[in-house]
């Protein structure tokens, strides 16, 4: 992406190095084109890598640092100098500006000013107007038990996001044994989740794209593994790496969670803006929120995050009233999808997301909104006390309590 900061590393010290690399990974704007542990090959390294930014840790060897960081400046002016040293010798500094490095930091490094730093930089590569990258917005949908359509809900809000034409989506399947977004999509993937992950480090942003599936909608499927024994290939720090990635490539990213709440899943939890928890109105539905929501609560960043979603609203089995569910679990509901199975499944079952299949249909609609509030978050979303009673009601899936 045009307003990504490639960057490039050096530093012998395996251990400052290390905690670098685990700052970055966390910013969306950057991507870590190379990294390397020896001043002697570096210029090669960018040479050869063409980065925006060429991170130097000058502790090591301040004078071998200082030469490499004057020969970068002469044979590559357009890769910016960021030089860090925990020494605070004035005339070190000094040296090191003089020789063409553009920013200086100290450490151990603070977040606030690596991000002071880039957003300089930014503004240097990118004019004043395009300085700070936009953010990457990561929605994660989670089930309260199986079979509530946490899979369908994800795949088709990804479809409704990728409508706009401003937006570019991508959807990771972390259901990584029995997920099935590829099939709710009618593709068979080349390439899945255990591929980029094991190849994190060498791809680049056009053989990332290349990695994964398109859909014809515009939507981006990074899916499960193809064998079971390779779930265990996936990793935190693998998952940690690949969102980092995605986050960077991609302005919109949707993760559709197992419903065994692994380690894996946390990642994805943690690196969410927005928890999506659907569940439907039942007593065994309702008890898992209230647990699942007992653990989320533990963090109160976590727990801010969650937005309770029911969906199936309308179905007529004795279902519990939507004023009693909401006295059960104790929070507001943010969105209600209507019970139509009939289209659902068919849409499933034809490999085709609602958009396209069915794109006048009352679930479609609703489905479209969510995706609208979910990325226009200024604008309220009408309590279903306030929307029961107008006509509305029905379009958006609403039922009286």
Not at 46 to 63: E, G, K, L, R, Y
Request: glycine share 6%; aromatic share 4%; with cysteine.
């Amino acid at each position: 992406m045009s307003n990504v900061l490639r960057l490039a590393i050096v530093d012998p010290n395996d251990g400052s190095r290390e905690a670098l690399k685990t700052m970055l990974i966390g910013l969306e704007m950057i991507w870590l084109e190379a990294e390397a542990s020896r001043y002697e090959f570096f210029a090669d390294v960018v040479a050869q890598t063409t980065p925006d930014i060429a991170v130097v840790a000058i502790d090591a060897s301040p004078d071998k640092a200082i030469e490499l960081v004057g020969r970068l400046s002469r044979n590559t002016p357009e890769c910016s100098v960021l030089v860090v040293s925990s020494s605070s010798d004035g005339n070190l500094i000094l040296k090191a500006m003089r020789a063409g490095a553009k920013e200086f930091l100290s450490q151990p490094i603070r977040l606030e000013d690596l991000l002071a730093a880039l957003g300089r930089i930014g503004e240097r590569h990118f004019g004043k107007g395009d300085a700070k990258p936009r953010g990457c917005q990561v929605i994660a949908v989670a089930g309260a038990t199986g079979g509530v359509g946490s899979t369908c809900i994800a795949i088709n809000l990804g479809c409704a996001l990728a409508r706009d034409a401003k937006h570019s989506v991508v959807l990771i399947d972390l259901d990584l044994s029995l997920g099935d977004a590829d099939v709710f999509l009618d593709t068979i993937p080349d390439y899945t989740l255990v591929d980029v992950a094991q190849n994190v480090t060498r791809l680049d942003f056009s053989l990332l794209k290349r990695s994964l599936t398109k859909h014809s909608s515009g939507l981006f499927l990074l899916p499960r593994p193809i064998q079971l024994a390779d779930t265990a290939l996936v990793s935190r720090e693998d998952l940690q790496r690949v969102l980092g990635l995605l986050r960077a490539t991609f302005t919109h990213l949707v993760i559709d969670l197992s419903k065994s709440y692994s380690p894996i899943d946390q990642v994805a939890l943690e690196a969410a803006n927005s928890i999506l928890l659907v569940t439907q109105l039942d007593l065994p539905c309702l008890r898992n929120v209230v647990r699942l929501m007992a653990s989320f609560s533990q963090t109160k960043e976590m727990a801010e995050k969650v937005k309770i979603m029911v969906n199936r609203v309308g179905l007529d089995s004795g279902h519990i009233s939507l004023k009693k569910a909401k006295d059960t679990i104790g929070r507001e509901i943010f969105w209600q999808l209507p019970n139509d199975p009939r289209t659902v499944i068919e849409a499933r079952n034809n490999g085709i997301p609602l958009i396209e299949q069915a794109p006048k249909a009352s679930v479609t609609q609703s489905l479209l909104a969510l995706a609208e509030a979910l990325t226009s978050p200024g604008q309220p979303v009408q309590p279903a006390s306030a929307r029961k009673a107008s006509g509305l009601g029905r379009f958006f899936g609403l039922s009286r309590a």
